[in-house]
């Protein structure tokens, strides 16, 4: 059997608040495998939004392991992690995060810009990440001229730009309508066919209902994990 992709043990992260230590995750474990689509869920406090820092190299942890595609990346400092999050992990937010006077193909390149990349294989990179998500014909196009549906699928372009090991998308329609919501994830079911790990992070059962794994936490811990077909 092979690796997990994301292996995290006992992980645990603590903050000082004044006088008070918040403990927001309190010795998590968990493993999640290539191709494996995920919903982290759980309320307001829960520790989702720590763990899903630490899994996108956001954060480090007080203590415990967090392992990605077999390197422990819980014990590097920030500018190792600033480069595993380039080369590994994919984000998609809920408020896009584009450069509003850059084009659509420009706001792709960016991930590759970062890493050296060369202006014609960055070029050349893009524009096939936004045929792949559907947007062949918009790639001029700047942000304030795209819908919200279209500006989130220029941002998963720009997730998947340097086929990273995961797709980390936090609250991905939360600036959505229902319809539009539904297309984005039907873009993510998509990827998932062709062999992308995505792990969503989000409050809507009806968005997690469509991953095939869902996690919930509760005061820091990991309350349930069940698996399911897709809705």
Known sequence: MSAPVIKV???????????????????????????????????????????????????TPTSGEYWLNSQEVSTLGDDELARVRNREIGFVFQTFNLLPRATALHNVELPLIYSGEKKSERKRRAEEALELVGLGDRMDHRPNELSGGQRQRVAVARALINKPSIILADEPTGNLDSRTSEDIIGLFAELHDKGQTIIVVTHEPDIAAHAHREITLKDGTVFSDSLRQAA
């Not at 992980?11 to 191709?35: P, W």
């Not at 307001?44 to 820092?53: A, D, F, I, Y």
């Open 9 to 59: 043990r006992d992980l645990r992260r603590e903050y000082a608040m004044g006088a008070e230590t918040i403990r927001a995750l309190r010795g998590v474990d968990l493993d999640i495998m290539v191709n494996e689509y995920v919903a982290i869920m759980g309320p307001s406090g829960s520790g989702k939004s720590t763990l899903m820092n630490t899994i996108g190299c956001l954060d």
